[in-house]
């Protein structure tokens, strides 16, 4: 068996790490950690050390580690039928079931679901959906898509420009020119301190008709959001926000893809995101949760109102030209299957509800006070803690100073995992929908003590 060194050795001399600093890295400046194995919500790794993992993965470990209900429907799928594709009709019998189930959860008007194998490229799924119906429909101008600072959809070339966080755009020559971006619904960070939450409804509301009217709605087709900001820093938006933002759209004829990557299939403590907001999405992105991550696949879910035009463009065009070589991959699917079935049977989408609840109730009353925690957030199995220099004036650290970062290190020395968040000194927290009150108590410790110990 290799030593640890080695493989690390190996790791620094090989492997090129997503958002990794390349340099650092390489240099073994960055820390490195060899995962080895994970139960319910704890991971373990090579140098002994058992982690409470407060962000399951990337948000998208949601019925935790370890479930061998999962794994064996995964060893079935692949001594049976490690692949086939799903080009030209063909299915399995994984991937038709799943489809099944994925529309027996969808929200109400939802017509297809098109499998693909993580978030970024559902999205991109989705954007050429919308490219083609705006085509068949016999309106090629109508191609912009608005969305907003602050929202994270992916980091491929077009998902990457939706994105709205500069990290992904710079020198990069993102966004591409057919994005365009608005204001984030962020509370805590609207513009001037004496607005009420409806007053910075009222103020979106205007940055989006602005925008629409700057642009021209004959060029705009899509408005994407995710019904929480994920990556962006874990902001639910101000209650009224999506009714007001459904009703500029409607008066525009835009469609609404609802990001439902981290939200998709319980993180709220419902379903769908846009069950818990009322959202009446055209298109719904999904990934992490679908198979809570033990196989890679996403599902791009077609609302009727596309899909009947969907339809209609391959009578005039014959067969649709968009697919990957695995969409819907069986083992996928099967885990997918599994993955779904054990979020009803253990009631995950309960216990993100009632235990997401009582893990913000706990932050709020052990930070919510501290003289550098501006803001506690958060909704369902989501929570975010903001880090401020000074709470009246809402004054941020210096970026260069790197608070979050630092506090976050000294929780993971305690033995608990939470997420700097990529664009501000903000605490993440997205833990597996299994979560106990216990494990909440003990995040919630933790963050309490390491806040105290970087910030006094
Ligand atoms: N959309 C959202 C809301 C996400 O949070 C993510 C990933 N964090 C993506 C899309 C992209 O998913 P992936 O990394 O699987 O491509």
Redesign the pocket.
């Known amino acids: 068996m290799l030593t640890n060194d080695e493989l690390a050795k190996w790791d620094r001399e090989n492997f090129m790490h997503p958002s990794t600093h390349l340099a650092q890295f390489a240099r073994g400046e960055a820390p490195q950690r060899i995962v080895t194995g994970g139960e319910g919500a704890h991971i373990t790794d090579r140098d002994g050390n058992r982690l409470l993992d407060g962000f399951a993965g ?2 998208c470990v949601n019925v935790g580690y370890g479930r061998q209900e999962i794994a064996e429907a995964i060893a079935a799928q692949a001594r049976d039928l490690s692949y086939y594709h799903a080009y030209a009709g063909h299915g399995s019998e994984a991937s038709i079931t799943l489809s099944k189930m994925v529309m027996d959860r969808a929200p109400e008007g939802m017509a297809r679901v098109y499998f693909g ?7 991109e799924t989705n954007i050429k959906l919308v490219w083609y119906y705006n085509n068949i429909l016999g309106r090629p101008k109508k191609k912009k898509i608005i969305s907003r600072w602050r ?6 070339l077009v ?1 990457g420009s939706l994105t709205g966080l500069e990290l992904f755009h710079k020198k990069f020559d993102l966004p591409l020119d057919q994005v365009i971006h608005t204001e984030a619904p962020y509370y805590f960070r609207r513009p001037d301190a004496s607005m009420s939450e409806g007053d910075f409804v009222g103020y979106c509301v205007e940055k989006l008709e602005a925008l629409i009217e700057a642009e021209g709605a004959d060029t705009i087709a899509a408005f994407i959001g ?1 019904p929480v900001l ?2 962006g820093g874990i902001v639910p938006p101000p209650a009224g926000y999506w009714e007001a933002i459904q009703a500029v759209l409607e008066a525009h004829d835009i469609l609404l893809i609802a ?4 939200t998709g299939f319980g993180r709220l403590g419902t379903m769908f995101g846009s069950d818990h907001y009322g959202l009446k999405p055209d298109l719904i ?1 999904s ?2 949760g679908l198979t809570s991550a033990y196989a ?1 696949l ?1 599902a791009s879910i077609v609302g009727q109102k596309m899909w009947d035009v969907l339809e209609r463009g391959t009578d005039e065009n014959g067969v649709l030209g968009h697919g990957w070589t695995y969409s819907a991959h069986p083992i996928g699917a099967a885990a997918g299957v599994a993955n779904l079935k054990l979020i009803d049977s253990l009631g995950l989408v309960e216990n993100a509800g009632t235990v997401g609840a009582y893990l913000n109730e706990r932050m709020q009353a052990a930070v919510g006070d501290h003289a550098h925690v501006g803001d506690v957030r958060g909704e369902g199995m989501l929570c975010a803690v903001e880090l401020v220099a000074d709470r009246d004036a809402r004054r941020f650290f210096d970026a260069s100073e790197g608070k979050g970062a630092k506090v976050v290190a000294a929780m993971l020395k305690r033995g608990v995992i939470a997420r700097a968040m990529p664009q501000g000194d903000i605490l993440g927290f997205a833990p597996p929908l299994c979560l106990t009150r216990d494990e909440a108590d003990r995040i919630v410790e933790v963050t309490a003590e390491s806040i105290a110990e970087v910030l006094g």
């Open positions: 990337l948000y194998l993580g978030g970024s490229d559902a999205n929202g994270y959809h992916g980091s491929g998902t995710e994920g990556t990001d439902e990557v981290v992105t990934a992490k890679p996403s």
